[in-house]
């Protein structure tokens, strides 16, 4: 079956700095050859602290960030043009982070939820049906069409953030952090939601978080990014129960546990993502690694595949066998 | 038992808004012996971070206190005069910033507004502010404190900048330290550096500290007891173990059962916590948890609830809970 969504070996470069700072005009690698595959249906986690390169590979994708290589193709045909991105973006759509400060503030919830329309040139009979049908899908009464953003609770715009993202029925939805700044409670109502549209429309999810107790209840498969490569992919349940990489393994760890009985007496993880202007040599990763040797100094670990849809970037995987 | 460090007594405070006034603290009670660790948990809206800036009197000036008093060390500091209270601040409690970036200026240096926070410090030279300034940062965990005080906030990262903060705030020694969300706006990896790092400077210098967070999780590794806010009233009270393991307000067991991170399985659905928070401009006259609660009997809508003592330290708000 071919994926919904096929991105093979994309790179993301950029220029750093400006002609007048030092050593700028040097190219940054930002994302290295990530390849990922999203099955229609299926849902996917991005998870990775930030400076990872989520938000650069989900615009990747949307072809609102320029590739210097690799393929993206979508529904099977390759994406290469500024046309074919249009024409990727009538079916798929973005929940961007900052649902509130998404919303242009002049427009209101009616217009921004039919406006998807217009980008698209396609006439819609009845806008005021339409609009409060939408607004139905999220669970907001219609009278909210003609609330502006700014007399909407957090949660209230998050709604309408979906809403936006649906009207064009598309095949695969990006939620960009689709609960920061969420209370629990209305973080579940957000999830449930996106639950419930997935099993009514047959939509795909790819959800960018460093959420991970989130991810582990809406994803099915998970990505780790670090520094702009993927070091971890596999299928949920297997990544919590036996985490290979070490940085998934700490990142797991990191969580704060809401059981006082389970207070951790030493950290997983120690120092900061380094800055990647000064990318380390070898793994990224064996600056901030417990488990780092000699090799993880000079020579960077290939992806390798571990099972059926499990691959680890890593020269020494945890074994999780017992005495091993 | 000793004498609480800070005490908060029936404490009423409205914010003046367009049309009328919010009722944001409803009648609170809370005490933090020395030394002691305690969260204040609740959702957006439910007034906790106005309760921990009412304790060292930073509300805005909007803010109108009804009744009540807060005592530091056994002081009023609301009748105290506007000098006195600037002393305070800083030097008997402090507080630390969800956002660390606002909470310095961007034009002075980590440096320059370490030493000058130290102006309470008397017969202290400058150089020697900068030296201890200096062993703080490093004490906090910065890797280079010499290179960090000649920056600006900008040049630091989130984690640092929030590090600097934690320095900043316990340079004159308070005996509270107050933190509003002071790791809502880290990664995961960093939450946990800081968490670990609150904790040792709590054993080393003994300072009571204050945590405001809607994160359960943040509570449960840091805190000694926890109060549960709901629209302006502390709704349940609780050493941190029975909290987390025996709730008995249904607003505390509704808010830990839809925490993804207590659920271990994969279920693809949350609990949720059904309708709205009330309209505190006019809060119901029975119990404010009433429309969204699942034990509410007529009684919880008319009557308010009694404050309810179900063991040592331990109180709910609430006409169903059994004491």
Redo the contacts between chains.
Sequence with gaps: MTPLLSIAGICVDLQSGGWLSPGGGARVNILSDISLDLAGGETLGLVGESGSGKTTLARAVLGLQPTSAGTIRFKGADLCGPADFHAIRRSTALMFQDAAASLSPRMTVGQAVIEPFAIHHESVADRRAKAAELLAEVGLPPEMAARFPHELSGGQARRVGVARALALKPALVIADEPTAGLDVSVQAEILNLMADLKDRHGLSYLIITHNLALVRHVADRIAVLYLGRLVETGPTRQIFAAPRHPYTRSLIAAEPKPDPRRRRRDLAIKGEIPSILRRPQGCEFHTRCPVAKDICRSAAPALQALGPGHSVRCHFPETHDKGG | MTDPVLSVENLSLRYRVPGGSLQVLRDVSLSVQPGEVLGIAG??GCGKSTLAAAMIDLTGANAERTAGTIRLSGRDILSLGQADRRRMRGRDVAMVFQDPMTAFSPVLTMGSQLVDFQCNLDGVSRREKSDRARAMLARVGLSDPDLAMTRFPHEL????RQRAAIAAALLMRPAVLIADEPTTAL???????I??LLRELQADYGCAIVIVT????????L?DRVAVMYAGQVVEEAP??AL??DPRHPYTR???A??????EE????????GGRLPDLTAPPPGCAFAPRCPLASDRCRTLPPPRVTIGPGRAALCHEVAP
Excluded: F, N
């Design positions: 959702e957006s990262s989130g984690g640092m990664d995961v990896t960093m939450e946990a550096q968490i670990h809607h994160h359960l999780g943040v509570i449960a590794e805190c941190v173990d987390y393991h509704a808010l830990l839809c925490d993804p991170a207590r659920i994969h279920t693809g659905r949350l609990p949720a916590i």
